[in-house]
Nanobody, 117 residues
């Protein structure tokens, strides 16, 4: 069972940058596809980005394409989400998740990102 812990959230002005980290323990991290999701009050969890096991292939939601970059360091059992040109609508709780098998079944506790004007 893989455990995930996110960090790096905080308060940032619109146009600014943040880098989120997600540290994994247990399981076989380097074999999992990893994803970042976000959620705001009253809305469902939204896909943000994912990365394959080797870090050679990434997928992004249209809303973040060109502004966010997901990467991973398998030696450190960590994935990252570099967020640039942040907008007010990026405000959310951000979660990382591990795709074990056919679905994202392991989730972190989330980290709050707040973008102010």
């Amino acid at each position: 069972q893989v455990q995930l812990v996110e960090s790096g959230g905080g308060l940032v002005q619109a146009g600014g940058s943040l880098r989120l980290s997600c540290a994994a323990s247990g399981g076989t991290f380097s074999s999992y596809r990893m994803g970042w999701f976000r959620q705001t009050p009253g809305k469902g969890r939204e896909f943000v980005a994912s990365i394959n096991w080797s870090g050679t292939s990434t997928i992004y939601a249209d809303s973040v394409k060109g502004r966010f970059t997901m990467s991973r360091d398998n030696a450190k059992n960590t994935v990252y989400l570099q967020m640039n040109s942040l907008k007010l609508e990026d405000t959310a709780v951000y979660y990382c998740a591990a795709r074990v098998g056919e679905s994202y079944s392991n989730w972190g506790q989330g980290t709050q990102v707040t973008v102010s004007s």
